[in-house]
């Protein structure tokens, strides 16, 4: 090809690179102000979740510090609840605008021993609330003898999913138009006894009755929106 037709087509290139190069530089700024940002708001998570919940009883447990430190959460809930007939369910609520703060328990129990036996996505219907389902993944896990289920949600402004990726990308969606993304995990763990199946029928009325109280005391909407 003529020597012009080279040059023209270097400098083209050159210019793609630049712009690349800008766009970059601009949406790792806009990412670091939105999590640099100050909080406007207090969490009152921890608040907002009774102890008691018609007929569970529960007992508030701490993040262990090395968690601590690896998540960073702006606010955080644990909980160990039982019923009357003794059933437990751990609840988990971890809250944060900082890409750390928030993993996937698909990861974190898998990398803890478990082995996936089950594993879905759920749309679970709130009743009574005029709400959209909650979006959530449902796993069935076994670690030697002891079976597990677990379900979770990863909650944004106006949207639940159990699928992280869908979540990360509206995170970062947020962060990129310069706005705060936060974001929270929900997460119930429910041994197995016996049948999974009822199992899950309890787990569900207990989601039924926990989540609009939870969803209440976050703030998921970035300021102005």
């Excluded at 262990?64 to 160990?80: C, G, K, S």
Aim: glycine share 8%; net charge neutral.
């Amino acid at each position: 090809p003529p020597r012009s037709t080279l040059s023209s087509s270097s400098a083209a290139s050159d210019v793609y690179k630049r712009q690349i190069l800008i766009v970059a530089q601009a949406g790792i700024f806009l990412i670091a102000r939105s999590e640099k940002a100050e909080s406007s708001f207090e969490p009152t998570l921890a608040e907002a979740v009774p102890i008691e919940l018609a007929g569970w009883h529960g007992q508030s447990r701490e993040l262990d510090q090395i968690t601590l430190e690896m998540l960073n959460p702006e606010a955080y809930v644990v909980r160990n609840y039982t019923n009357e007939n003794g059933l437990p369910i751990n609840l988990t609520v971890i809250y944060g605008r900082k890409r750390t703060s928030i993993h996937s328990p698909a990861v974190c129990l898998v990398g803890a021993g478990w082995a996936t036996i089950e594993k879905e996505p759920v749309e679970i219907e709130l009743l009574d609330s005029g709400e959209a389902p909650l979006r959530m993944t449902r796993m069935l896990l076994q670690k030697e003898h002891e079976k597990t289920v677990v379900y979770y949600s990863f909650l944004s402004e106006g949207n639940s999913t159990g699928n992280w990726s869908e979540f990360q990308g509206r995170m970062l969606v947020a962060r990129l138009s310069g706005r705060e993304a936060r974001g929270a995990l929900l997460r119930f763990i429910v041994p197995v006894r016996g049948d999974p199946s009822a199992v899950d029928e309890e787990s569900l009325k207990f989601i039924r009755m926990v989540y609009p109280v939870i969803r209440k005391g976050l703030t998921l909407e970035s300021p102005g929106s």
